[in-house]
């Protein structure tokens, strides 16, 4: 059983940091692809960035372009979202998601295979 688990979310004021850490552990496991992906009260789940195992390739969302970097630690099989700048705008439950083959389009969720609890991200203004 592959399992993700998220961590590092918290409040934060208004133009601050966190970084956000997703852990993947169970059966060997090779992930292709891993996105991180929110959810705010009241309004569908969407997109944040993506990043390829491989480190090749990194896609986010205009709304955090130039505030959010995401990476990856293999060694560890771990993946980070790095958050600066942090807006009101940005508080939501944040998951984490992993797939095990290539997919296309790296901000479609229903692509992914395996997805974390959540960790809760609440920016005060």
């Known amino acids: 059983q592959v399992q993700l688990v998220e961590s590092g979310g918290g409040l934060v004021q208004a133009g601050g940091s966190l970084r956000l850490s997703c852990a993947v552990s169970?059966?060997?496991?090779?992930?292709?692809?891993m996105g991180w992906f929110r959810q705010a009260p009241g309004k569908e789940r969407e997109f944040v960035a993506a990043i390829r195992w491989s480190g090749s390739s990194t896609s986010y969302a205009d709304s955090v372009k130039g505030r959010f970097t995401i990476s990856r630690d293999n060694a560890k099989n771990t993946g980070y979202l790095q958050m600066n700048s942090l807006k009101s705008e940005d508080t939501a439950v944040y998951y984490c998601a992993a797939s095990v083959r290539f997919i296309r389009f790296m901000y479609r969720d229903g692509d992914y295979d395996y997805w974390g609890q959540g960790t809760q991200v609440t920016v005060s203004s």
């Open positions: 169970g059966r060997t496991f090779s992930s292709e692809t």
